[in-house]
Nanobody, 124 residues
Framework: QVQLVETGGGSVQPGGSLKLSCAAS????????MGWFRQAPGQEREFVAV??????STLYGDSVKGRFTISRVKNTVYLQMDNLSSSDTAVYFC???????????????????WGQGTQVTVRK
């Protein structure tokens, strides 16, 4: 069983930045594809970003392209969020799945493992 622990959420003003972290532990595999989803109140969960097990490939949701950057060191994944706006307010969930190739376009469906979520609030 893989455990995912997220840190780094909080409150920030529009135009500001935050960095989320997610550390994976346990499980039988050495590496996982890891990514982020988010869910705002009353809305469906939305794909944000994913990074391959090697760190070479990344994919972003359309709403965050050019503002968010996903990276990883071993099985810790980071989400650098810049130029935040109120529409980015949501609970952000870390996700991990098998070390399979990630899509070149569109969305990533995610894996079986989820973190507990961390709140990101963007307001004046």
């Amino acid at each position: 069983q893989v455990q995912l622990v997220e840190t780094g959420g909080g409150s920030v003003q529009p135009g500001g930045s935050l960095k989320l972290s997610c550390a994976a532990s346990g499980g039988s595999d050495s590496y996982y594809t890891m990514g982020w989803f988010r869910q705002a109140p009353g809305q469906e969960r939305e794909f944000v970003a994913v990074i391959s097990w090697s760190g070479v490939s990344t994919l972003y949701g359309d709403s965050v392209k050019g503002r968010f950057t996903i990276s990883r060191v071993k099985n810790t994944v980071y989400l650098q969020m810049d130029n935040l706006s109120s529409s980015d307010t949501a609970v952000y969930f870390c996700n991990a799945g098998p070390a399979d190739p990630i899509p070149h376009r569109g969305d990533w469906r995610g894996g079986d493992y989820w973190g507990q979520g961390t709140q990101v609030t963007v307001r004046k």
